[in-house]
Nanobody, 119 residues
Framework: QAQLVESGGGSAQPGGSLRLSCATSGSDFSVYVMGWFRQAPGTQRELVAAITSSNSRNYGDSVRGRFTISRDNAKNTVYLQMNNLKPEDTAVYYC?????????????WGQGTQVFVSS
């Protein structure tokens, strides 16, 4: 059973920045696609960003150009740098790992970290 632990959520003003981190267990970190999805109350789950072990990245349309995903395979950790935050970025952010390179399903995900953007 994989364990993913997110950190770094919190509150920010519009235009501000936050950095999320996700530490995961297991010796097979480099095999998986890592990423983040988010979910706000009453909305569907939305892919935010994903990254393969070779650093191929995929972003959701709403965050492209503002968010940057990165990973440290030596530390089994994935990061999400969020810049120019908007109120519509408010959601619970979940870290995931998946063997599905089409990103149609997630094998494991964490408990989530809340991001709140408001003036």
């Amino acid at each position: 059973q994989a364990q993913l632990v997110e950190s770094g959520g919190g509150s920010a003003q519009p235009g501000g920045s936050l950095r999320l981190s996700c530490a995961t267990s297991g010796s097979d970190f480099s095999v998986y696609v890592m990423g983040w999805f988010r979910q706000a109350p009453g909305t569907q789950r939305e892919l935010v960003a994903a990254i393969t072990s070779s650093n191929s990245r995929n972003y959701g349309d709403s965050v492209r150009g503002r968010f940057t995903i990165s990973r440290d395979n030596a530390k089994n950790t994935v990061y999400l740098q969020m810049n120019n935050l908007k109120p519509e970025d408010t959601a619970v952010y979940y870290c995931f790992k998946t063997s599905d390179y089409d990103l149609t399903s997630y094998d494991y995900w964490g408990q989530g970290t809340q991001v709140f953007v408001s003036s």
